[in-house]
């Protein structure tokens, strides 16, 4: 039987079908949340349809149908991954397994690719380490990594990233908005931000 979590085959439709309006950044996450599957597996949004009529869905209070533009909708249904570039495989885990606390998804093709790599969980998504030449430079690079190219992750609590960055002794900017999200390089000059929902 299909469900929000486990649609049927014949039933998944991966077109979005809600736009979700005035939700707070929390409530928008916890949306996204609610529509992930709770297995880590590559199918993770199924449909959802529903109207203002049909009231709350879920604890959001405003969802509306999205009108479909044949010519320009793909069926966009999330980020899958983030594809990074590391010089050294072996000391870019370290820094994202051991200090950031990232597994590894063995179910990817780690051993496929014509080129060393590792697939790391971030939630429901993954970083897709590879171990490539880098074009970019990893000096000259702006000290804030808001002002860089960055991958975003969503975090619940930013102090306790903070001291696990101060204890391993890893440098980092605060957002310069005042929000609460901490700007940092892993060990190729990748840019993350983790920014607390």
Same mark, same amino acid.
């Given at each position: 039987?299909?469900?929000?979590?486990?649609?049927?085959?014949?039933?998944?439709?991966?077109?979005?079908?809600?736009? *979700?309006? &005035? +939700?707070?950044?929390?409530?928008? /996450?916890?949306?996204?949340?609610?529509? =992930?599957?709770?297995?880590r597996?590559?199918?993770?949004?199924?449909?959802?349809?529903?109207?203002?009529?049909?009231?709350?869905?879920?604890?959001?209070?405003?969802?509306?149908?999205?009108?479909?533009?044949?010519?320009?909708?793909?069926?966009?249904v999330?980020?899958?991954?983030?594809?990074?570039? *590391?010089? &050294? +495989?072996?000391?870019?885990?370290? /820094?994202?397994?051991?200090?950031?606390? =990232?597994e590894i998804?063995?179910?990817?093709?780690?051993?496929?690719?014509?080129?060393?790599?590792?697939?790391?969980?971030?939630?429901?998504?993954?970083?897709?380490?590879?171990?490539?030449?880098?074009?970019?430079?990893?000096?000259?690079?702006?000290?804030?990594?808001?002002?860089?190219?960055?991958? *975003?992750?969503?975090?619940?609590?930013?102090?306790?990233?903070?001291?696990?960055?101060?204890?391993?002794?890893?440098?980092?900017?605060?957002?310069?908005?005042?929000?609460?999200?901490?700007?940092?390089?892993?060990?190729?000059?990748?840019?993350?931000?983790?920014?607390?929902?």
């Amino acid at each position: 039987m299909a469900s929000i979590f486990r649609p049927s085959s014949a039933s998944l439709d991966l077109r979005p079908k809600v736009i *979700c309006k &005035n +939700l707070s950044t929390r409530e928008r /996450f916890e949306f996204q949340k609610k529509s =992930l599957r709770k297995e880590r597996i590559n199918v993770r949004f199924c449909s959802l349809k529903a109207n203002k009529a049909q009231g709350p869905i879920e604890g959001i209070s405003v969802v509306e149908e999205k009108q479909l533009n044949s010519k320009t909708d793909y069926g966009v249904v999330g980020v899958h991954h983030v594809g990074l570039l *590391c010089e &050294n +495989l072996e000391r870019s885990l370290e /820094f994202y397994q051991n200090i950031l606390g =990232l597994e590894i998804n063995e179910a990817r093709p780690h051993d496929k690719l014509p080129y060393r790599g590792a697939w790391l969980w971030v939630g429901s998504e993954m970083i897709h380490l590879m171990e490539l030449p880098n074009p970019d430079p990893l000096t000259g690079r702006p000290e804030h990594g808001g002002r860089d190219r960055h991958a *975003c992750i969503a975090i619940r609590d930013v102090s306790n990233l903070k001291e696990i960055l101060d204890k391993a002794g890893i440098e980092y900017t605060m957002s310069k908005s005042g929000r609460p999200a901490i700007f940092t390089r892993d060990p190729d000059a990748n840019a993350l931000e983790f920014t607390q929902v």
